[in-house]
């Protein structure tokens, strides 16, 4: 079974810090993403990435950045949480396979973050 | 410009009342149709993808169909179990790994 982790379950930060959210998937999978989830807004995309060291933005990338320096690790950096940042923060990873022959679009998400900024 | 609408938003049945979710999609060339079960505080959880239309998959008491326009989540029979938020996403042939998601239907089962 495909296994996505994050480092924390919930976190409380105080406003201006830098926030550090960490993912790690166990299936070899190319691709991870980072999405945020608010109620009434869904799942929105911050950042994907499909290879060590490659990023795109996704669609609300404004104060985040993120790092892979491993395949199987992916990183979402808060440089300075505001209280806006406050959601609900998912990762998940899937394999790269454009076609879709052998189901590899699939993504699989981690158990979330619950990222409070004070 | 690629949509994903589900509906209903919420829906309650009672134990045992099957029912249908739907997901309408407007996609440029679809690749594949996701559908996620999300239980409240947790991460999706990933059940079927579609990827042409006619196809069906199951999985216990679900069923999930394809057309050119739209997806049904089929509930048979459900249990106190099933509920939980059901999510559909989809990814267009010009999409660069990215999926476009619907708002989700909460499902509630009365016993």
Known sequence: ?118 | EDQVTQSPEALRLQEGESSSLNCSYTVSGLRGLFWYRQDPGKGPEFLFTLYSAGEEKEKERLKATLTKKESFLHITAPKPEDSATYLCAVQGMDSNYQLIWGAGTKLIIKP
């Open chain 1, 1 to 118: 079974d495909v296994k996505v982790t994050q480092s924390s379950r919930y976190l409380v930060k105080r406003t201006g810090e830098k926030v550090f959210l960490e993912c790690v998937q166990d299936m070899d999978h190319e691709n991870m993403f980072w999405y945020r989830q608010d109620p009434g807004l869904g799942l929105r995309l911050i950042y994907f990435s499909y290879d060590v060291k490659m990023k795109e933005k996704g669609d609300i990338p404004e104060g985040y950045s993120v790092s892979r320096e491993k395949k199987e690790r992916f990183s979402l950096i808060l440089e300075s949480a505001s209280t806006n940042q406050t959601s609900m923060y998912l990762c998940a990873s899937s394999l790269e396979d454009l076609w879709g022959g052998s189901g590899g679009n699939e993504q699989f998400f981690g158990p979330g973050t619950r990222l409070t900024v004070l």
